[in-house]
């Protein structure tokens, strides 16, 4: 079972550099999202998808846009990378409110 | 918005000790998720818990929804167990989840 699939894992970036974090789910979920991780912090969430369709702010919006290509995809684009978006980034998707099943995370560093 | 907070924040014990997670909530839940984050970043649903008691092996935990807390039981510690622990809450339709800092665990032997 593939589970929540995001890629890349590893990237470096430029300042005002833009990029694409891609995020797929084989499980049928309605909802999914996209967290942020800072060292020594929970995660905090950035933008989320409550069904197909729809999408909406969480905590840290600013800088990202997100898309939800269709039910299974939920893409993170950051349009000019700056030093404070280097982070790990998680997706996750989940039945609407119900178990919550992240990705393996994607190192980001912005120099 | 709802506020989490976690105690402790770092925990350290020897193989087959017992211990006890706490995590406390700001308002009514009716989302309550605690997670394991293992040394290499993965992270691991291991319960969800608006209200009630559930047991998965070594590991159980407790939602007292009226009183605004959740614990989280580890018995018999083992090395695997090391890593961050995290609660998680939400209210509402949409499963958004605010997350404590965590509580981070090593187990020693």
């Known amino acids: 079972n593939a589970g929540v699939t995001q890629t890349p894992k590893f990237q470096v970036l430029k300042t005002g550099q833009s990029m694409t974090l891609q995020c797929a789910q084989d499980?049928?979920?309605?909802?999914m999202y996209w967290y942020r991780q800072d060292p020594g912090m929970g995660l905090r969430l950035i933008y989320y998808s409550a069904s197909e369709g729809t999408t909406d702010k969480g905590e840290v919006p600013n800088g990202y846009n997100v898309s939800r290509l269709n039910k299974r995809e939920f893409s993170l684009r950051l349009e000019s990378a700056a030093p404070s978006q280097t982070s790990v980034y998680f997706c996750?998707?989940?039945?609407?409110?119900?178990?919550?099943?992240f990705g393996e995370g994607s190192w980001l560093t912005v120099v | 918005g709802i506020q989490v907070e976690q105690s402790p924040p770092d925990l350290i014990l020897q193989e087959g000790a017992n211990s006890t997670l706490r995590c406390n909530f700001s308002?009514?839940?009716?989302?309550l998720q605690w997670f394991h984050q293992n040394p290499w970043g993965q992270l691991i649903n291991l319960f969800y818990?608006?209200?009630g008691t559930k047991q998965n092996g070594r590991l159980s935990a407790t939602t007292v929804a009226t009183e605004r807390y959740s614990l989280l039981y580890i018995s018999s510690s083992q090395t695997t167990d090391s890593g961050v622990y995290f609660c998680?809450?939400?209210?509402?339709?949409?499963?958004?989840?605010?997350f404590g800092t965590g509580t981070r665990l090593q187990v020693t032997l």
């Open positions: 499980m049928n979920h309605n909802s």
């Open positions: 308002d009514s839940v009716n989302n």
């Open positions: 818990i608006p209200s």
């Open positions: 998680a809450a939400g209210t509402g339709t949409a499963s958004k989840l605010t």
């Open positions: 996750a998707s989940s039945s609407t409110g119900n178990t919550i099943y």
